[in-house]
């Protein structure tokens, strides 16, 4: 299994397909052991995809320890450094769009594009749904909660009407959160990220970023507004902005044609 000593953790990764480099950074709680991921999407099929397990998941160490976002800005570029990757075009999703802006900000020599999804800048430009406040909510009534913040259709006309197909969503949550449930560090690890998450803020920052970036949304995505969304993207010199018929999770799906 391929490991990168970064600093003072070691770093999973998997490197998959072939064509132009691409990192690709993943967004909350995200491991790599688990399916689907972006190793199974088409990314592989265009691009020489890397992609890791972040500070703190999957099978990175887990140190229980402050993390920062800089700090998960660091271990990407760290990652790029220790494999020899100069430049690349960059994905990053969610949780993994902040620390790809963290990246471009403080290293912005190795990104050739930017790909900015379902992300936001936080202080005057918004942020997403504070997911640090369910810390403490029972599992089953927090994977209820969360599933129409990830998409906003699934309001409660919607789950009265489509019960079974709720309970389907539910059950895929569920297996998805027990998953490693048991395993040293992991909720150390989730908790550490979700601090840093919580204390997230470039808004300030962004004109510095020179290179071409396109930031996308879903239309229906509750956690990251479209409102944040949009706001990133004006506060980006030159950026384009796309918004898809989808959730939270649009990226990982087979999308329309996006609509500006």
């Not at 990192?23 to 691009?47: A, C, K, M, Q």
């Not at 494999?83 to 994905?91: A, S, T």
């Not at 079974?164 to 449930?181: N, V």
């Amino acid at each position: 299994m391929p490991f990168a000593a970064c600093s003072d953790v070691k770093i999973y990764y998997e490197i998959k397909g072939s064509g132009q480099r691409l990192l690709y950074i993943s967004g909350t709680g995200t491991d790599l052991r688990r399916t689907p991921n972006v190793f199974t999407s088409v990314f592989p099929d265009h691009f020489k995809t890397l992609s890791f397990d972040q500070h703190g998941l999957g099978q990175t160490d887990k140190p229980d320890e402050p993390y920062g976002m800089a700090l998960y800005g660091e271990d990407a570029a760290a990652l790029l450094d220790t494999i020899g990757w100069n430049d690349c075009y960059v994905i990053g999703a969610s949780f993994g769009g902040m620390v790809a802006q963290e990246l471009a900000l403080n290293r912005p020599e190795l990104i050739k594009k930017l790909v900015l999804c379902c992300t936001f800048a936080g202080g005057a430009g918004g942020a997403s749904y504070p997911l640090h406040e369910l810390q403490h909510m029972a599992l089953e009534k927090k994977i209820k909660f969360r599933l129409p913040k990830n998409d906003k259709r699934l309001d409660k006309i919607w789950q009265q009407e489509n019960p079974e197909k709720f309970q389907e969503l539910f059950e895929q949550g569920l297996k998805a959160a027990q998953f490693a449930a048991n395993e040293p560090g992991k909720a150390i690890g989730a908790r550490r990220q979700l601090e840093a998450r919580a204390q997230y803020n470039t808004y300030d920052r962004l004109p510095e970023l020179k290179m071409p970036v396109l930031v996308c949304g879903g239309r229906y995505d509750g956690q990251a507004e479209p409102e944040a969304v949009e706001n990133l993207a004006k506060r980006i010199p030159g950026a384009e902005l796309a918004f898809f018929e989808g959730d939270h999770y649009f990226s990982s799906k087979t999308p329309k044609h996006p609509k500006k």
